[in-house]
């Protein structure tokens, strides 16, 4: 039997806010915006090529907003989405690597190239350059 993470649900402090920065920044598309009944309102957007969404709202999640930390994206290729997101006005950091625990600017080895950014509310994200072997699994 196949277990598959579908959704990640994030605290946000402003609804619009976090749907125009993870729709117009970050490059997600937004599959709805439901307004279920008064005090709820579901926002699903999906990062490109991904199988899990991600949902902020209103009313979906008791967690103070910006409290989730440690999510993270796999690219083919981290340069072109560092580029992709900085164009996009996403404060993002520069392409860096892990050194003994500690991130150092520069590309790494397979698997260790990451850029990091937070979401206006300070949920945190990690990308991370899978190598073409992987991606081709």
């Given at each position: 039997m196949?277990?598959?993470?579908?959704?990640?649900?994030?605290?946000v402090a402003d609804v619009d806010r976090a749907k125009a920065f993870y729709e117009e920044q970050a490059g997600f598309t937004v599959d709805h915006d439901t307004r279920l009944r008064d005090g709820v309102r579901v926002v699903q957007l999906t990062p490109p090529?991904?199988?899990?969404?991600?949902?902020?709202?209103k009313g979906v999640i008791e967690a103070p907003p910006g409290s989730v930390k440690g999510l993270q994206l796999v690219v083919a290729d981290i340069e072109k989405a560092h580029a992709e997101l900085a164009a996009r006005g996403v404060e993002v950091s520069p392409v860096q690597h892990f050194e003994a625990g500690v991130r150092v600017n520069g590309h790494g080895e397979a698997w260790n190239?990451?850029?990091?950014?937070?979401?206006?509310?300070?949920?945190?994200?990690?990308?991370?350059?899978?190598?073409?072997a992987a991606r081709a699994a």
């Amino acid at each position: 039997m196949d277990w598959k993470l579908e959704v990640v649900v994030l605290p946000v402090a402003d609804v619009d806010r976090a749907k125009a920065f993870y729709e117009e920044q970050a490059g997600f598309t937004v599959d709805h915006d439901t307004r279920l009944r008064d005090g709820v309102r579901v926002v699903q957007l999906t990062p490109p090529g991904s199988r899990c969404s991600i949902v902020v709202g209103k009313g979906v999640i008791e967690a103070p907003p910006g409290s989730v930390k440690g999510l993270q994206l796999v690219v083919a290729d981290i340069e072109k989405a560092h580029a992709e997101l900085a164009a996009r006005g996403v404060e993002v950091s520069p392409v860096q690597h892990f050194e003994a625990g500690v991130r150092v600017n520069g590309h790494g080895e397979a698997w260790n190239s990451f850029v990091f950014f937070n979401d206006p509310d300070g949920n945190g994200w990690a990308v991370q350059e899978a190598p073409a072997a992987a991606r081709a699994a």
